[in-house]
């Protein structure tokens, strides 16, 4: 019985592949050499979640002021007049 050899497609096949675990290997050492070369924090405090405190936090919106509040009031100050 006849072995059958590996066609040409299979060859490249089987290159490419190799060739994508050698990129793959690349950029896993410049990772981790990116990784080592970040400064580390002292504090061990993640950085993403730095300064938030549990419980409920405070609104972002108490300084702004929506425009249909604002045309409301002045419709309402208008109405009125000042008691003298």
């Known amino acids: 019985m006849q072995k059958s ?39 061990g405090e993640d950085p993403d979640i730095a300064g938030i405190t549990p419980g409920p936090q405070a609104s972002p919106y108490h300084d702004f002021e929506f425009p249909h509040e604002v045309a409301a009031d002045a419709d309402v100050d208008a109405d009125t007049t000042p008691d003298e």
Do not use: I, N
């Not at 066609?7 to 410049?30: F, H, M, N, P, V």
């Not at 981790?32 to 504090?43: F, G, K, V």
């Open 5 to 43: 050899r590996p066609t040409q497609l299979k060859r490249q096949r089987e290159r490419a592949q190799a060739e994508r675990r050698q990129e793959k290997a690349q950029r896993r050492l410049q990772s981790r050499a990116r990784r080592a070369d970040m400064p580390r924090r002292a504090d």
